[in-house]
């Protein structure tokens, strides 16, 4: 039996599709893990990481301005196995461009469910000299190294002449009403 025929039956078996949603829209899970998927790859962490963000899933604050969007996704290993607990971390600009370096406004960290899925609500990163739109993220399977890595966006004119980017690292990208939906999986050693 091949990984992807694996998924596919533990997805029937699920109790319920699993979807994204802004404002009840909702974008279809990322396809399942295909035979063969290699590690998500590793991205420099920059000079804007703090430790020790806040545990949550929603990085919207009062008094945050930006395009709202909600990035969905799981932590797989090689073998499309979900990993339950592994964290995740994300840190990003603001619709500016600007980092806050001195608390933790649009940064935060969580960990996967059983399933090994994770759901964070945000706003869209802002552009800066030199770097297209992306997040960053650290994810680390329990008592496992930290992959350290950068998420992109499709369609988005600065791609090209980033020196960082990685096609590999695209999100899937939609408009749905009230925002944007994107979904990625991590692809962690297994």
Excluded at 19 to 24: C, D, F, G, K, Q
Excluded at 154 to 183: C, H, I, T, W
Aim: with cysteine; hydrophobic share 40%.
């Amino acid at each position: 039996m091949t990984r992807r025929i694996f998924l596919r039956l533990l997805a029937l078996l699920a109790p319920a599709p699993f979807v994204l949603a802004v404002n009840e829209q909702a974008l279809a899970a990322t396809p399942p893990c295909d035979d063969g998927d290699d590690v998500t790859p590793a991205q420099t962490t920059g000079p804007f990481y703090t430790p020790d963000s806040p545990e949550r899933t929603s990085l919207r604050e009062p008094g945050i301005a930006g395009t709202p969007i909600v990035v969905s996704g799981s932590v797989l290993t090689t073998g499309c196995r979900p990993v339950e607990g592994a964290l995740v971390d994300f840190w990003h600009a603001d619709d500016r461009g600007v980092y806050d370096n001195a608390g933790y406004k649009l940064r935060g960290h969580q960990f996967t469910d059983a399933q090994g899925r994770y759901t964070l609500k945000t706003i869209v990163p802002g552009v800066y000299a030199g770097r297209t739109r992306h997040f960053h993220v650290k994810v680390q399977a329990p008592h496992r190294p930290v992959l350290t890595t950068q998420l992109y966006f499709p369609g988005e004119p600065r791609n090209a002449r980033d020196g960082l980017f990685d096609s590999s690292l695209l999100m899937e990208v939609q408009s749905v009403a009230g925002g944007k939906a994107a979904s990625f999986d991590f692809v962690l050693p297994a």
